[in-house]
């Protein structure tokens, strides 16, 4: 498959890739990063919550090769020098899981919609103020019906959100539809 970006590395720069469950976002982000840089980063944010999960994990780690510089980190993206590099985080929903149920607080003092929202954006901005090629991956978990589940609606809230603040500050966006990559953000070829 071909990609829709050219062999560049420009610093300061955010791509965002979008799409539904297995649309092959993780695989594209890998690919456009390996096309940008000889030895780029792989970002993950997932918390491991069973061992299913735990298979995911691994998978995604062998399917890297010893080319990449693999960072496991669930919320403080910040904390992490990545000037100069390209960087692939996987993955913003992931990530807004980790600010919308704390591990460490019982169900009735988790943060609000507003306020995981806030957190979650100023550590985005924290993070991406370094100069460096951001290929941020996302879920449209909000393209489906509405959740019966007062929860997940909160969390579809959140996510959808997060979503739109990082497209509003990417120069590309990728839409990523069975496989396809469809840019809906920057430069046409």
């Known amino acids: 498959m071909r990609l829709l970006f050219s062999n560049f590395a420009p610093m300061k720069r955010i791509i965002l890739i979008t799409g539904g469950q297995r649309s092959g976002k993780s695989q594209y982000a890998e690919r456009l990063a390996l096309s940008l840089s000889p030895h780029p980063v792989y970002l993950a944010t997932a918390h491991v919550w069973d061992n299913e999960f735990r298979q995911r994990v691994e998978a995604h780690r062998k399917r890297r090769g010893s080319e990449w510089t693999n960072i496991e980190e669930e919320k403080w993206l910040s904390r992490h020098d990545v000037k100069g590099r390209v960087v692939v985080v996987d993955c913003i929903t992931l990530w807004c899981t980790n600010f919308f149920y704390d591990r460490q607080k019982q169900e009735w003092e988790q943060p609000s919609v507003d306020e995981a929202l806030t957190a979650a954006r100023d550590e985005f901005d924290r993070f991406t103020s370094q100069d460096a ?57």
């Open 133 to 189: 090629t951001f290929i941020f991956v996302t879920n449209e978990i909000g393209s489906g019906g509405v959740s019966d589940n007062v929860v997940q609606r909160r969390f579809t809230d959140l996510e959808g959100w997060m979503n739109q603040y990082v497209a509003s500050r990417a120069d590309e966006v990728v839409l990523m539809v069975c496989g396809i990559p469809l840019k809906i953000k920057g430069e046409k070829e």
